[in-house]
């Protein structure tokens, strides 16, 4: 049975569902490597790992770290890291969020402080200019 790609609809359509499976996997092994078929399994060329999180004795949030791997090589692509703090009436009262590349190098380092008076948070770009 020649390729997949090669054959019409009408063709197609009279294939057994076992002969179309073994020609697609064929055609992938032959024309893909691991990594493409990986990417178009998953949709993605990056994947999460469960994040790292730690909690104060209220049971409130202080920090998670959430790192992409690439989906081959299993290797850091980037680097989240947030903290909270809280005031002592365990509402938030700043979050910080540092970006790192896969290099561990810091791209991004933002604070949203948080009012208790109502007021809208505030995001400051600590690489930068203030928002």
Not at 61 to 84: E, F, P
Request: aromatic content about 8%; glycine content about 6%.
């Amino acid at each position: 049975m020649p390729y997949w790609t090669t054959l019409t609809m009408d063709q197609l359509r009279t294939q057994p569902k076992a002969a179309v499976c073994n020609n697609i996997g064929n055609w992938m092994k032959d024309n893909l490597t691991l990594a493409q078929i990986m990417a178009w399994l998953l949709d993605t060329e990056v994947i999460a790992d469960t994040p790292t999180c730690t909690y104060n004795e209220q049971g409130k949030q202080t920090s998670q770290i959430d790192v992409a791997c690439d989906l081959v090589t299993g290797l850091q692509s980037s680097k989240r890291m947030i903290t909270w703090t809280y005031y002592p009436t365990n509402e938030v009262d700043e979050i910080e969020i540092k970006t790192f590349d896969a290099g561990d190098t810091l791209i991004a380092h933002k604070k949203i402080k948080h009012y208790k008076d109502g007021r809208y948070p505030k995001e400051s770009d600590m690489m930068g200019g203030k928002k």
